[in-house]
């Protein structure tokens, strides 16, 4: 969660307005009250973004798809925790496999964008590693300035919006032999 620009923001919403709260007098934040759980979660939720340690983990423990405290990626489709690493394979089989990246902050078009690629390869019956890349300096890196992009095995293919079903066709029909190495 380090470095998570839209968890940091969430926070500052719930933080700054409690503040000018209190400063204007609207709350007496110096007596006990409710509204010190909702700076308690405000709190936890920036300093989590700012040194990347999660509290939450010694309470609930990490999610156990990606091994994360806060997990951006729900499908469980992709590799065990242990084989997440960003150079990871996850086909049996070098040869075969697509190594598939969806780059985007967690908005609704990437969430579109993702499923998308996994239904048609579902329906395609072709072996991918597919994992979504939420942090802005990584899509950064990849010279990716607006999302949902769609990098396969280390190449963008796409950016911008959301592709075509065609588009996703012909990308996963492609040759696979330079995958995942």
Same mark, same amino acid.
């Given at each position: ?22 400063? %204007? &007098?609207?709350?007496?934040? =110096?007596?006990?009250?409710? *509204?010190?759980? !909702?700076?308690?979660?405000?709190? #936890? ?59 985007? %902050? &967690?908005?609704?078009?990437? =969430?579109?964008?993702?499923? *998308?690629?996994? !239904?048609?390869?579902?329906?395609? #019956? ?56």
């Amino acid at each position: 969660m380090k470095g998570n620009i839209m968890m940091r923001l969430i926070a500052l919403m719930i933080l700054v307005p409690a503040a000018l709260a209190h400063f %204007t &007098g609207q709350v007496d934040l =110096t007596q006990p009250t409710w *509204l010190w759980l !909702t700076l308690f979660a405000g709190l #936890n939720a920036l300093q989590s973004t700012l040194t990347g340690w999660c509290p939450a983990t010694s309470i609930f423990g990490k999610d156990k798809n990606s091994g994360q405290c806060c997990a951006s990626d729900t499908t469980g489709t992709c590799c065990e925790p242990e084989n997440k690493a960003a150079d990871s394979k996850c086909c049996e089989s070098d040869t075969d496999c697509l190594d598939i990246k969806v780059l985007g %902050t &967690g908005c609704k078009n990437c =969430t579109t964008t993702m499923t *998308l690629i996994e !239904t048609t390869a579902s329906q395609m #019956n072709v072996k991918y590693c597919i994992g979504k890349v939420e942090d802005i300096a990584e899509i950064a890196a990849f010279g990716v300035m607006s999302t949902p992009g769609v990098v396969i095995n280390g190449k963008v293919v796409h950016s911008g919006s959301i592709p075509t079903k065609a588009q996703v066709t012909e990308w996963l029909s492609g040759p696979t032999e330079d995958c995942c190495g």
